[in-house]
């Protein structure tokens, strides 16, 4: 049974955000406008056209039924000129009505589905901006992320499309249709908002039953994504341990809590309508008994009256459309308080304002008494200071957690030092534009990631200009062009979603061929052989022995076979350099590192003779005609 997870929190810091809903929706309606403008300036125009429209369209009834038809006090006989002249106007406007709406409402979609866009860019834009202290944090999970992109986006789009917009014109239309109905008869005003305290109480009683739904559901929503995401992530282990059963009732009782809560919340979303309606229904109730006294005493004219139910219609239809909005607000909020705070989020690397761009990097790598941490008082790196010449091949080696990777990471400016600074050929990285070294070094990690195209496209990825001719070049380097060749599609093979349709070892070299191919002066392998059989280790060796030259190189290595070639190895423990030197000064001198050494290469089954081994693996790895696998296989 696998561990359960604690309760996916929904809403990240909430309490900082509460009571910030009117700032949430002008940076909201900001991003609506930035850009936008071309289509803000004519929507304002329809939006104002439609709320005079809606405005004076009462009027033309009620002169129709007080004159035109002769309904007003003394009841005259009508006159048809009236109505004919008034029936041509009220066609007039219902067109002008009908196209204002249908531009108003496409203008409206256009602007949600921009907004969209921008939003999702500008947050995968930040996204690739914020370092690896955001992405490798535990609150930042992947699936939150995609529901970030996904979900919460798509929620802010409907809440611009369904609501935000459209309350201008509502707001217009309710404000406009008091005033008229105050004009027309103050005293049917008086009696019918007699209602607007129960009407009010009611609404703020459904709807703050509502906000804890929706809140609930967001949470419900979050928590199944976060299951589905590792899910498919960790198919392999599911599989592998048979858990299949067990995965399915962890995401069923989700599911299953998310549709309970889903219920509740449609349940009382079909309920509020009704319960408002009623309260509605009881303010025209007394309109039309007050009505019908004030008409027998000549005080209200039907076409008055006529008027003044259509401005009341006016009036709740829009209020209406506020209290849906409203409820689309509870639900949306919290989306868009996510979004802007990672758009606010701080960017932990960034480049000063005046930072130089390097070219023709020699290679030379100074740590200069640096100590760095992830956590507060927990160091990882401490009081690191050393020299790595150009061209010189270093190898960091220790047990893990010794704080090998970061050492690397932070060369890379994934990180930067708390105490202390890194320079590249005398310059201090910090004061470098992050690309113009980045694309000076090439990375080969342990976990390589593939993308979900061909072969050919995911060697190009570290030469975006290369060639087919460069890309088969770097291939052969490796010793991959073999295996490539021997699929149907060869270049041209998907590989599959994160490479899954190729072994490790393949993906492996794929990955070592696309660093290659940006022939880079500084070459970082984290790891990078591990993955690899061990005939296709010694290929790569060899391989190595000629990429290697003329670049400086850090390499990580817990095989120690793989870095017994370097120029200098330096020991890791507990973020320390304890010891340093070459293979064979390391091995004399009968420390740490000599005892890794042995621990390797002992032989339970024999008598150990790690002296034979050191010298197969310094004296073969180097043949250029080694291509006996059998006789490979048997020596081990």
């Given at each position: 049974?696998?561990k359960?997870?604690?309760?996916?929190?929904?809403?990240?810091?909430?309490?900082?955000?509460?009571?910030?809903?009117?700032?949430?929706?002008?940076?909201?309606?900001?991003?609506?406008?930035?850009?936008?403008?071309?289509?803000?300036?004519?929507?304002?125009?329809?939006?104002?056209?439609n709320?005079?429209?809606?405005?004076?369209?009462?009027?033309?009834?009620?002169?129709?039924?007080?004159?035109?038809?002769?309904?007003?006090?003394?009841?005259?006989?009508?006159?048809?000129?009236?109505?004919?002249?008034?029936?041509?106007?009220?066609?007039?406007?219902?067109?002008?009505?009908?196209?204002?709406?249908?531009?108003?409402?496409?203008?409206?979609?256009?602007?949600?589905?921009?907004?969209?866009?921008?939003?999702?860019?500008?947050?995968?834009?930040?996204?690739q901006?914020?370092?690896?202290?955001?992405?490798?944090?535990?609150?930042?999970?992947?699936?939150?992320k995609?529901n970030?992109l996904?979900?919460?986006?798509?929620?802010?789009?409907?809440?611009?499309?369904?609501?935000?917009?459209?309350?201008?014109?509502?707001?217009?239309?309710?404000?406009?249709?008091?005033?008229?109905?105050?004009?027309?008869?103050?005293?049917?005003?008086?009696?019918?908002?007699?209602?607007?305290?129960?009407?009010?109480?009611?609404?703020?009683?459904?709807?703050?039953?509502?906000?804890?739904?929706?809140?609930?559901?967001?949470?419900?929503?979050?928590?199944?994504?976060?299951?589905?995401?590792?899910?498919?992530m960790?198919?392999?282990?599911?599989?592998?341990?048979?858990?299949?059963?067990?995965?399915?009732?962890?995401?069923?009782?989700?599911?299953?809590?998310?549709?309970?809560?889903?219920?509740?919340?449609?349940?009382?979303?079909?309920?509020?309508?009704?319960?408002?309606?009623?309260?509605?229904?009881?303010?025209?109730?007394?309109?039309?008994?007050?009505?019908?006294?004030?008409?027998?005493?000549g005080?209200?004219?039907?076409?008055?009256?006529?008027?003044?139910?259509?401005?009341?219609?006016?009036?709740?239809?829009?209020?209406?459309?506020?209290?849906?909005?409203?409820?689309?607000?509870?639900?949306?909020?919290?989306?868009?308080?996510?979004?802007?705070?990672?758009?606010?989020?701080?960017?932990s690397?960034?480049?000063?304002?005046?930072?130089?761009?390097?070219?023709?990097?020699?290679?030379?790598?100074?740590?200069?008494?640096?100590?760095?941490?992830?956590?507060?008082?927990?160091?990882?790196?401490?009081?690191?200071?050393?020299?790595?010449?150009?061209?010189?091949?270093l190898?960091?080696?220790?047990?893990?957690?010794?704080?090998?990777?970061?050492?690397?990471?932070?060369?890379?400016?994934?990180?930067?030092?708390?105490?202390?600074?890194?320079?590249?050929?005398?310059?201090?990285?910090?004061?470098?534009?992050?690309?113009?070294?980045?694309?000076?070094?090439?990375?080969?990690?342990?976990?390589?990631?593939?993308?979900?195209?061909?072969?050919?496209?995911?060697?190009r990825?570290?030469?975006?200009?290369?060639?087919?001719?460069?890309?088969?070049?770097?291939?052969?380097?490796?010793?991959?062009?073999?295996?490539?060749?021997?699929?149907?599609?060869?270049?041209?093979?998907?590989?599959?979603?994160?490479?899954s349709?190729?072994?490790?070892?393949?993906?492996?070299?794929?990955?070592?061929?696309?660093?290659?191919?940006?022939?880079?002066?500084?070459?970082?392998l984290?790891?990078?052989?591990?993955?690899?059989?061990?005939?296709?280790?010694?290929?790569?060796?060899?391989?190595?022995?000629?990429?290697?030259?003329?670049?400086?190189?850090i390499?990580?290595?817990?095989?120690?076979?793989?870095?017994?070639?370097?120029?200098?190895?330096?020991?890791?423990?507990?973020?320390?350099?304890?010891?340093?030197?070459?293979?064979?000064?390391?091995?004399e001198?009968?420390?740490?590192?000599?005892?890794?050494?042995?621990?390797?290469?002992?032989?339970?089954?024999?008598?150990?003779?790690?002296?034979?081994?050191?010298?197969?693996?310094?004296?073969?790895?180097?043949?250029?005609?080694?291509?006996?696998?059998?006789?490979?296989?048997?020596?081990?």
């Open positions: 049974m696998r359960k997870r604690k309760k996916t929190e929904a809403f990240e810091n909430e309490e900082e955000y509460k009571g910030r809903t009117f700032k949430i929706l002008k940076r909201l309606i900001q991003y609506i406008g930035s850009g936008n403008n071309r289509l803000v300036y004519p929507l304002i125009v329809l939006i104002i056209s709320v005079i429209i809606n405005w004076f369209t009462p009027l033309i009834f009620r002169s129709l039924v007080d004159e035109g038809l002769g309904g007003g006090i003394g009841a005259n006989e009508g006159d048809i000129d009236i109505v004919i002249f008034l029936g041509t106007f009220f066609f007039i406007f219902t067109i002008t009505g009908v196209l204002t709406r249908i531009a108003q409402g496409y203008i409206i979609s256009k602007l949600a589905t921009l907004t969209m866009y921008n939003l999702r860019y500008e947050l995968f834009v930040k996204f901006k914020l370092g690896l202290d955001y992405h490798e944090s535990s609150k930042h999970t992947t699936g939150k995609l970030y996904t979900g919460d986006i798509n929620t802010i789009q409907q809440l611009i499309q369904s609501g935000l917009l459209l309350s201008v014109s509502n707001f217009f239309l309710i404000i406009g249709s008091l005033i008229f109905m105050i004009v027309l008869s103050p005293i049917l005003t008086a009696i019918l908002f007699m209602i607007v305290p129960l009407f009010f109480g009611i609404a703020g009683i459904l709807f703050k039953k509502a906000r804890k739904y929706f809140k609930e559901l967001r949470e419900r929503i979050a928590i199944v994504t976060s299951i589905l995401d590792e899910s498919i960790g198919m392999r282990i599911i599989q592998s341990f048979t858990v299949e059963e067990d995965n399915y009732d962890e995401f069923n009782k989700a599911t299953e809590l998310e549709k309970q809560t889903t219920m509740k919340t449609a349940k009382l979303m079909a309920f509020i309508p009704g319960i408002i309606i009623i309260v509605i229904a009881i303010g025209i109730s007394s309109l039309f008994f007050t009505s019908g006294i004030l008409i027998r005493e005080l209200l004219t039907q076409g008055t009256l006529f008027a003044f139910i259509f401005y009341l219609f006016s009036f709740f239809e829009p209020l209406f459309s506020l209290i849906g909005l409203i409820t689309l607000l509870q639900n949306s909020i919290a989306a868009g308080a996510r979004i802007i705070r990672i758009l606010d989020e701080n960017i690397i960034t480049e000063k304002e005046n930072a130089v761009e390097i070219q023709n990097i020699e290679g030379k790598i100074e740590y200069n008494n640096v100590s760095f941490s992830y956590e507060e008082g927990v160091a990882v790196l401490k009081n690191i200071d050393i020299t790595v010449n150009d061209k010189e091949r190898a960091l080696v220790g047990y893990t957690g010794a704080g090998k990777s970061t050492f690397v990471k932070l060369l890379s400016r994934f990180y930067d030092p708390i105490e202390g600074e890194i320079k590249i050929d005398g310059f201090n990285l910090k004061n470098l534009k992050i690309k113009s070294f980045r694309d000076n070094l090439g990375i080969v990690l342990q976990e390589n990631f593939l993308f979900s195209g061909t072969i050919k496209e995911n060697i990825y570290g030469k975006l200009e290369a060639n087919d001719d460069e890309i088969k070049e770097a291939a052969k380097k490796v010793k991959a062009h073999e295996f490539i060749m021997e699929f149907e599609n060869g270049y041209d093979t998907i590989v599959g979603e994160r490479g349709r190729l072994s490790e070892g393949q993906k492996q070299l794929i990955a070592f061929a696309r660093t290659l191919i940006a022939d880079p002066p500084i070459l970082i984290d790891e990078a052989t591990s993955s690899i059989d061990p005939y296709s280790e010694l290929l790569i060796q060899q391989a190595l022995e000629t990429l290697l030259k003329g670049r400086t190189s390499s990580i290595a817990h095989r120690l076979s793989t870095i017994i070639n370097s120029d200098r190895i330096i020991v890791l423990d507990k973020g320390q350099i304890i010891e340093q030197g070459s293979h064979q000064e390391l091995v001198k009968d420390g740490f590192y000599n005892h890794l050494y042995r621990m390797q290469f002992k032989d339970p089954f024999k008598k150990e003779k790690p002296d034979d081994i050191k010298e197969f693996r310094l004296i073969d790895t180097n043949r250029e005609n080694f291509d006996d696998k059998k006789r490979f296989q048997q020596f081990f």
